[in-house]
């Protein structure tokens, strides 16, 4: 038997299309043919949605770090992330009933990964003294895009909990994930030497008739 903590993928695609699809249905890992915007076709949907998106910001963090090496130590990092994140997928995409012991799914392990990891990078960055907004680089933005999906997901799944029975470690691990995405955002800003900008309540349209200033 292998030492292995999940199994190995039993998938063989040789089809794109199968047409049993045109319903409006779709299966679980089960063989249940669910509607395709039941609560957990939705709550897996958005986790693979946040998969691609991490995915964008770690093609974005190749280029970055041709610019600054070390940014380099968060892309297996982020590349780890997208495993796990189809692991995730994986146990939300099965029912209880057909659920197997060694089915990739996300466990307490992961979750203490990353908050390790946002222990190690958040005592690097300065306090703060407002929200940040995002966009301070590319890499910066992209990654903001991931932790709104990520909380999206979080949300979601928090729903489908009421109705139905999922793993606690699913929500566990996506909320520390999005609190990892923040700290993320900041710590490419900070690496790069990119200044943060941070929410200043005064620069609104409002603020600026009241106290006389043009918008720059």
Known sequence: MSDSAFNAPRLAI???????????ETSLVGGQ???KDARRIEAYGTVDELNAYVGLAR?????????CTALQELAP???RVQHELFNLGSILATLPEDQHPRQPRVTGA????LEREIDGMNEALPRLRSFVLPGDSRLNAELHVCRTVCRRAERLLV?????EAIPAEAVRYLNRLSDALFVWCRWVSNVSGVAETLWEPERSATGQAVSGQKAE
Not at 110 to 113: K, P, W
């Open 59 to 67: 093609a974005t963090l190749g280029e970055a770090a041709a610019r």
């Open 159 to 163: 729903g489908l909990a009421r109705d």
């Open 14 to 24: 040789n089809r794109v299309y199968t047409r049993r699809g045109d319903a409006g």
């Open 110 to 113: 992961e979750i203490e990964r």
């Open 33 to 35: 043919r669910v509607p």
């Open 77 to 79: 990092i982020l590349l």
